[in-house]
């Protein structure tokens, strides 16, 4: 292939656009921004060196086959390779029964490769253990959202409308390092950012006049309610625009006013040590503006309560009247690249494509003709990803399993456990395009195709569909995750046209299979994508679609949600009611700090792929902890020294790093690095009861010196 | 626990209904307790703490009233009546006698209930001062709107209120509606917490309202007396008069208050904020012991009769807040449905948060220590900063690196953290003037690009520092545009545009001899 291909970055869910253009002489393919709404132009220091790792001397180029557990991986042939995973899957599934082999899948996979990974789990495998790692990002919003609007889409407004936004909230949220080209349809004075931490986005917020409230982790619920009570006794929701909105188009505001009602200022302040004068002023500027936005992220989800406190912050945007109101909104920042399209296509363990739940009769009776298998042979729901994890080689859980994309050696919380468990494993297959902590541990490794490498679909966080296009060939050696799954699903005895190896096919289905849906697929026409048409699901058919005839795009299916209607059957949107509760976990005696968790900018999640990047690799190198410079004298550390950060559940090594802006009874770890630096070594898997979300954002610890005492043996 | 447990409330003010709920959380479907709860007041469980917002027009009755619990928390479906206890739910009604041996309560419509557990929540009266002119001259009318206020004279004058219950707050508000009709005022008297509450609330409501205290100076049991000014001076500038130090010495209906200093304060309504104390009839008439704040209770809030708990108001352990009685309805509740057989409440650190309008006042501990030492000699520190013009007043006592003490006026941002401090005995930051200020020292200047070290960051997104721009400056990228294509500074969000613009603008001004054709010899 020649000349530059117009395609987005594999990383987050911003997909910015980018041009990847081959040099002539060695085919390396180089990164230019291009042009889009999302970013308009920018790209962060992981996307402009997105493509080195396509040439990495780490590519895997040939599968690996461990020949017995102690053995090393050896190089395999494909056909080897596959017919050694289908005998032992069909082994055991003959033996113990179809659960015995369980799935993993990601939110970085393409719509067509989650719809596939689903399909192949509960066709070709007739298992119904089945999840992905986007459990541990949006599913807690997924949820709330669902409840409040009928609904989960990330975004339900293009991004673009928040440039004209008078009052935008981010709640947990750090896109200035998660996803820094989206903070230019922001203006930093009128962010109001909440964040344990002063982070990026809540300095660049300060500096520009904007404001900062910094509660005590674990405690946003119990924010999100104070600033509805301060709303309420301060009059400010007695606007008669508001008092008809929540009238019209709203149910339980009662049951939620004196749900706020109790969280006057003081007893907020008391608990989340946000100041009462704080929490008034942020009332009246989101109040006060004639367009606003509340805008949640992982710091908001991740938590035993993430399902509560999204929705505490969802019923704060309704009593102001926001969702469904031009111009303003509520919305969660999705995390993973596909995070949106892999929630909607059936990688979820009780979900299935079209963003259907697998209970429901009507879609699995649709999904079984579109599968051509009797309803009753589709599976129903199965563990949720950290049960997935906690059961795999234990009596009653899965005895093999195949991981597509992702590494939760890493990513999972309480990771020793999660290693301790695939280490249980009779069989892991893993495919991925470099060796991970999770390749590692398994007993066969697949070589796939990297992002540049393929055609396909992506769903940014706006709910708008993507063409991702290939700039370039597989290196030799090296097959798609579309490829691997149909090898491996012939070889189980399924026809090829059921799983077919190339993308165009496949989405054609999952357009069939999604039609009718929640997320209706229908009318995203490839031609549409060819275009860089802007189609926003729900697009339930392609008449009428298409783009202005020498005018800009028109933007097709939906690109906002919820301007006449909500999405339940009376479509109105419902306030939650919801209490406050105290984490899982809490600091004590033994372990006095608390450790909040999340991302740097040269990162992507495990690290496993930015690791590898030179550029990236030299400025963030190691696992670090920031830390009150007094919290860490108190611990006999100076900047830069190692420190041990230990849980209950498991101990850390990390660099120590003075941050003045540290609240002292917090420390801070990216989670992006392996081995003994590995943040979710510390971090509590205490469940959420709705979404099953681990509670990443807030574990108790203890700081001290790395030549300390011999330390005390985790599990 | 082997059987369900009969469990009696007496007593559905804030704690009495919040013990309600904290069991219901805990057993739903009354597995292990099954709860009565007997209330003087129809209205159950309205929250004490919001009456003030309630005078002041912000909050309606229904807002006060007891809240849902959390969908999570209930049974799917929900029990019948979601909200309301198991059993028999029975509020208007009172309790008359308790008889101990046969463990039953009497009530007042004749009724008996037998228990397995009582428990007391009977909170607090107000304390009446012994002036005359506040009651009636014909006691008992046996008025609905009669105050809380039980006395031995009888009932109050129709002019004058406390302000405990719902009730209380209603014949206020219809007191103050009166007075304003008259362009007349309402006469506050005590100048403590309560009072001042409900005379910012009144004031707030457009009520001209004036305090009467007798001591020298305002919340004199919180705070030291150049606090209690400052304090005047911020009320008296939201239109709160006050006259101080100066006792009341009679009521007269249609004139006024009549003070100690001789003068008469003219006012339509009397408001009476004099105290309050426990309410501890029924426990004495049933012989239970009785300290001097309340009931006597231990860490399991038992009384003297191991099948008696008291907490709240009524109880002897902490009296008076609100988060202390919401802390013991948690443990009395896991104690009573077996959750925590050994659940035990330790004491609730003192924090007293005036919720007025305007002013931000937090005090907590004891502050009232004037020994000014030093941290080396192992005695107190004090810090003390005075800003009268602006309404401020921060004082901090720390005994090692421990916060014991505090009032801060004015300093919301300080109060809120220290708080938090002083809760959880931690210790506190090295940067004292930070923690009274709240904030971290002086905000950093927008410096110019040439007061920046080399390693500073310029542009986040892609990991180019200042070093890297100006090396990359004199290899020949000079303009922003160039800058950003050589360093891809800027390219990300583009936050450092402005600076990258500056810092190029900068290098041109001070390397002149860079990137220009050199001179011939």
């Not at chain 1, 002063?198 to 982790?217: K, M, Y």
């Not at chain 1, 031009?326 to 990688?347: A, D, I, V």
């Not at chain 1, 800009?552 to 919820?562: N, Q, W």
């Not at chain 2, 009839?281 to 012989?287: M, S």
């Amino acid at each position: 292939m020649t000349g530059e291909t117009a395609t987005h970055c594999p990383y987050c869910a911003l997909q910015c656009a980018m041009f990847l253009t081959p040099a002539p002489d060695t085919g390396q393919l180089t990164v230019a921004p291009r042009d889009f709404p999302t970013n308009r132009g920018g790209l962060c220091q992981k996307g402009w060196t997105s493509a080195e790792l396509l040439t990495s001397p780490e590519r895997l180029t040939t599968p690996l086959i461990r020949d017995g557990k102690d053995a090393p991986l050896r190089e395999a042939g494909w056909d080897e390779a596959l017919a050694h995973v289908t005998r032992r899957f069909a082994e055991l599934r003959a033996t113990r029964g179809p659960d015995s082999v369980a799935v993993f899948g990601s939110g970085g996979l393409t719509n067509e490769k989650a719809y596939a990974l689903g399909k192949f789990a509960r066709v070709a495998l007739g298992t119904s253990q089945i999840d992905y790692n986007g459990r541990f990002c949006m599913s807690s919003a997924a949820a709330a959202g669902n409840r409040a609007f009928g609904l989960d889409r990330g975004l339900p407004f293009p991004a673009t409308d928040l440039d004209d936004s008078e009052a935008v909230v981010l709640v947990g949220a750090n896109p200035a390092e998660t996803m820094p080209p989206l903070m230019g349809h922001f203006d930093p004075a009128r962010l109001i950012v909440v964040d344990p931490r002063r982070t990026a986005t809540a300095q660049t917020a300060l500096d520009a006049g904007g404001l900062h409230l910094a509660p005590t982790p674990g405690t946003d619920l119990a924010l999100a309610l104070g600033l509805l009570h301060v709303a309420l006794v301060e009059g400010h929701l007695d606007t008669p625009g508001r008092v008809a909105y929540r009238r019209d188009r709203t149910t339980g505001w009662e049951a939620v006013r004196k749900c706020a009602a109790r969280w006057w200022p003081e007893r907020t302040e008391r608990l989340t040590g946000v100041a009462a004068a704080d929490l008034r002023r942020a009332a009246a500027v989101l109040a006060g503006a004639r367009r606003a936005h509340i805008l949640t992220g992982r710091g908001a989800e991740q938590h035993s309560k993430g399902v509560d406190t999204v929705a505490a912050w969802i019923d704060l945007a309704l009593a102001l009247g926001l969702p469904g109101t031009p111009g303003s909104g509520y919305g969660c920042l999705t995390g993973q690249g596909n995070g949106q399209g892999g929630r909607e296509h059936g990688q979820k363990s009780d979900q299935l494509p079209g963003y259907r739940h697998i209970e429901d009769r009507a879609g699995r009776e649709h999904l079984a003709r579109v599968w051509g298998v009797r309803e009753e042979e589709i599976p129903g729901a199965g563990r949720s990803a950290w049960e997935l994890l906690d059961a795999l080689g234990t009596q009653d859980g899965p005895a093999a399993l195949l991981v597509m994309g992702s590494n939760p050696a890493v990513s999972a919380p309480r990771s020793r456990r999660v290693i301790e468990r695939l280490r249980g494993l009779d069989f892991l297959v893993v495919a991925d395009f470099v060796r991970s902590e999770t390749t590692e541990l398994a007993d066969v490794v697949l070589p796939v195709a990297m992002w540049a490498e393929e055609s396909g679909t992506m769903t940014n966080l706006e709910g708008r569909v993507l063409r991702r296009r290939a700039a370039k060939a597989p290196p030799p050696g090296v097959r798609t995750d579309l490829e691997v799954l149909h090898g491996l699903a012939v070889r189980l005895g399924r026809s090829g046209e059921e799983f077919p190896p190339d993308p165009a096919p496949v989405f054609a289905e999952l357009r069939r299979a999604s039609a009718g849906g929640v997320a209706d697929y229908a009318g995203v026409e490839p031609r549409l994508l060819d275009d860089d048409a802007p189609v926003y699901w729900p697009a339930r058919s392609a008449t009428g679609a298409g783009t202005r005839p020498g005018g800009p795009a028109a933007a097709l299916g939906t690109p906002r949600l919820f301007l006449d209607r909500f999405a339940h059957a009376d479509g109105r949107a419902r306030f939650l009611p919801v209490e406050y509760r105290e984490a899982a976990e809490l600091p004590d005696a033994e372990h006095p700090l608390y450790a909040t968790t999340g991302r740097q900018l040269e990162h992507y999640q495990s690290g496993a792929q930015t690791r590898r990047v030179p550029a990236l690799r030299a400025a963030a190198p190691q696992a670090y902890v920031e830390v009150h410079p007094d919290t860490a004298r108190r611990a006999g550390l100076a900047d830069g020294e190692e420190a041990r950060v230990v849980s209950r559940r498991g101990t850390v090594l990390a660099r120590t790093r003075y941050v003045a802006s540290m609240r002292p009874d917090t420390v801070f770890l990216p989670f992006h690095f392996p081995g003994t630096g590995a943040a979710n070594v510390l971090t509590n898997p205490a469940l959420d009861p709705v979404s099953r979300m681990p509670e990443f954002k807030v574990s108790a610890v203890r700081l001290e010196r790395a030549d300390a005492n011999a330390p005390k043996e985790g599990e | 626990m082997s059987r369900v447990q009969r469990v009696v409330v007496v007593g559905n003010g804030m704690v009495g209904s919040r013990l309600s709920e904290e069991v219901l959380r805990r057993d739903p479907l009354g597995a292990r307790v099954r709860l009565t709860v007997v209330g003087a007041e129809p209205v159950g469980g309205y929250n004490r703490v919001l009456l003030p917002g309630l005078l002041c027009g912000a909050l309606t009755e229904d807002d006060v009233a007891p809240g849902p619990l959390g969908p999570s928390h209930l049974p799917d479906p929900p029990v019948a009546g979601e909200i309301s206890v198991h059993g028999p739910f029975s509020t208007g009604s009172t309790v008359t006698a308790v008889d101990r041996a046969a463990r039953t309560v009497l009530l007042a419509d004749g009724r008996r209930l037998p228990y397995d557990r009582l428990v007391l929540a009977t909170g607090a009266r107000a304390v009446l001062p012994p002036l005359p002119g506040l009651h009636l001259d014909a006691p008992g009318t046996g008025a609905d709107d009669a105050p809380t206020a039980p006395t031995r004279t009888g009932a109050l004058a129709h002019d004058v209120t406390v302000l405990r219950t719902l009730a209380d707050a209603r014949r206020l508000l219809a007191l103050a509606h009166q007075a304003c009709a008259r362009g007349a005022r309402i006469a506050v008297l005590g100048g403590g917490v309560l009072g001042l509450e409900a005379a910012r609330a009144l004031a707030a409501r457009g009520v001209a309202v004036t305090v009467v205290h007798a001591t020298p100076h305002l919340m004199d049991q919180q705070l030291d007396p150049q606090a209690g000014r400052i304090l005047s001076r911020a009320l008296r500038r939201l239109g709160i008069e006050q006259r101080l130090g100066t006792a009341a010495v009679r009521w007269e209906a249609g004139v006024g208050l009549h003070l100690a200093d001789g003068t008469v304060l003219p006012a339509a309504g009397l408001l009476l904020c004099t105290g309050a104390r426990a309410e501890t009839t029924l426990a004495e008439t049933c012989g239970l012991a009785v300290g001097p704040g309340g009931i006597a209770v231990d860490e399991a809030l038992t009384t003297s009769d191991p099948a008696i708990h008291a907490l709240g108001d009524c109880a002897d352990a902490d009296p008076g807040l609100v988060q202390p009685g919401w802390e013991q309805a948690a443990v009395l509740a896991a104690r009573l449905t077996g959750e925590n057989d050994t659940a035990r409440y330790l004491g609730t650190p003192r924090v007293t948060r005036l919720k007025a309008a305007g002013i931000e006042l937090t005090c907590l501990g004891d502050p009232f220590v004037e020994d000014e030492g030093t941290a080396d000699d192992g005695g107190p520190e004090v810090l003390r900063i005075e800003d009268p013009a602006r309404d401020r007043y921060a004082k901090l006592v720390l005994h090692g690196d421990r916060v014991t003490g505090a009032i801060l006026l004015g300093v919301p941002d300080a109060a809120a953290g220290l708080v938090q401090l002083y809760d959880r005995g931690a210790p506190a930051p090295s940067d004292r003037l930070a923690l009274l200020l709240g904030r971290a020292l002086p905000p950093e200047t927008a410096d110019g690009p040439e007061a920046m070290p080399d390693r500073a960051m310029v542009c986040r997104c892609n990991s180019v520092t200042k070093g890297v721009l100006r090396s990359a400056w004199h290899e020949g990228a000079h303009t922003p545009q160039e800058l950003a294509a050589t360093t891809r500074a800027a390219t990300g969000c583009g936050g450092c545009r402005t600076t990258v613009e500056k810092l190029a603008a900068w290098l041109a001004e001070t390397a002149p001899e860079v990137g220009r054709t050199p001179r011939p010899p």
